[in-house]
């Protein structure tokens, strides 16, 4: 054999990978494992709990601008992606991917497609909690902590990039803490910065570092750019997912907590505990470390929210805690907003909102062709010199949402006008069915003389 012709025979030999290091052969298992690099891990973990969302959706358009149709709002297709983070069903994404779509529909790993509601938004970070019917246990995502990320650290992005189901991506963080305004509406102050390729269609679905764990969630692209995308931090990402889900939970625990994170270990905290609550009768503590719920890991804010979703009124859960170093255990059973809290709950929304509120049927509302609603409360007298009569509120409209929260029962109410956030964000956006159709408008609260 000619020599020349040898050596391309042998260089087809190692390009074929069939040998090694000094000529070894290698087995096809070796082979194999040289593919299956952290990244083909990292993503073989998350993909399941990764969907695909999509569905029509109305496009603004400013009347005053020239040539604007006065028909009906034009449609197109929206598209982006979310990511499972409880086994039920529940879905975090941004906002701006389901907003004005009218049936969101979700696809997910396995290609069956399911029909999502939403449970609750925050529009100031751009995020959203959607439900999907799940007949069996749903994969959810591994959660890591953005505290510890690292500018030059490797990091993957997965999600539905122009509409391209599970495409990834990769690239490194190339910075943190970037302040990014995206449009008039839309600031956000505290954004990772990465160089994998973050395309329309990604928004909502994660980032993930090396060992798989999702460390962000996409939320945006330079436009113009190449190499420039950016995620909100899942330690913010995650505590914001669970006062979303919260909207969830019907009756009162009376815990506040928070998520306390330490040599990348999260902790979920006591911070409070109310006078005359379910807590105070359990004996939980300012300072207990949580750390399961009826046999649920408690690691974070959000589990602690998940944990009792489905938990039925005066329903024990057995709440195991770490406290002073030592492990201690207790019963404690949501309930539901007693007689002297609901009027307590009555006089404040009349003071603050000039409104009487009463439950009503929520087949009421759907049958008003509005099923996108679960249910709301209805006005029953407004106060003339109030904030809500001053927006145009009247009697017999049903009030469906605050802020970023439904209004379906009186309990949800309490957690509004209870909510730091409530008071920090005036004014806040209101949401009113008024026979079929929905209004809003934003009221202005003053807290001076109602406390």
């Known amino acids: 054999m000619p020599k020349r012709f040898r050596s391309v025979a042998f260089g087809l030999l190692l390009a074929n990978g069939l040998f090694g290091i000094g000529g070894r052969r290698l087995e096809s298992a070796e082979i194999s494992a040289l593919r299956r690099t952290a990244i083909v891990k990292a993503v073989e973990q998350a993909k399941e709990s990764v969907v695909n969302i999509h569905g029509r959706k109305s496009v603004r358009v400013d009347p005053r601008q020239a040539g604007a149709s006065t028909g009906p709002a034009p449609q197109v297709n929206g598209m982006g992606t979310g990511i499972l983070i409880d086994e039920r069903g529940y879905v975090l994404t941004n906002y701006h991917v389901i907003d004005g779509v009218s049936q969101i529909k979700v696809t997910l790993a396995d290609e069956r497609t399911l029909t999502a509601t939403l449970v609750a938004n925050d529009v100031k970070t751009d995020l959203a909690v959607i439900k999907i019917p799940a007949t069996d246990p749903l994969p959810v995502i591994r959660i890591g902590t953005s505290s510890d990320l ?74 113009g750019a190449q190499g ?53 009768a359990s004996r939980l503590q300012p300072g207990d470390v949580v750390t399961s719920v009826g046999g649920m890991h408690i690691a974070r804010t959000l589990d602690w929210e998940r944990a009792w979703i489905d938990a039925k009124l005066g329903e024990s859960m057995a709440v195991e805690v770490e406290r002073n170093g030592k492990a201690t255990s207790c019963d404690l059973a949501k309930t539901a907003t007693t007689a002297r809290e609901n009027g307590s709950v009555e006089s404040l929304v009349w003071s603050l909102l000039g409104l009487k509120l009463a439950a009503v049927d929520p087949a009421a509302i759907v049958g008003a062709g509005e099923s996108r609603y679960r249910g709301g409360l209805r006005v029953v007298s407004v106060r003339a010199d109030g904030p809500a009569a001053q927006r145009g509120v009247r009697r017999g409209d049903v009030l469906v949402g605050i802020h970023k929260w439904e209004t379906t029962t009186l309990d949800h109410v309490a957690y509004i006008i209870k909510d730091p956030e409530f008071r920090s964000s005036q004014p806040v956006k209101f949401y009113v069915l008024r026979g079929e159709e929905t209004l809003y408008g934003h009221l202005r609260v003053s807290f001076g003389s109602s406390e």
């Open 228 to 280: 420039i995308g950016f995620a909100l931090p899942i330690d913010e990402a995650t505590e914001i997912a669970a006062r979303l889900i919260a909207s969830e939970r019907a009756g009162s625990l009376g815990v506040r907590g928070e998520t306390r994170i330490a040599d990348r270990v999260s902790r979920f905290v006591v911070t409070h505990v109310d006078t005359e609550s379910p807590a105070t």
């Open 150 to 223: 690292m500018p030059g650290e490797e990091v993957i992005a997965v999600g539905n990039a122009y509409g391209y189901m599970h495409t990834v991506t990769r690239g490194i963080i190339s910075a943190l803490h970037r302040s990014v305004q995206v449009s008039e509406e839309q600031h956000y102050p505290d954004l990772i910065q990465t160089d994998a390729s973050i395309n329309p269609g990604n928004s909502g679905g994660p980032l993930l570092n090396i060992d798989g764990e999702m460390i962000g969630i996409n939320v945006a692209v330079r436009v």
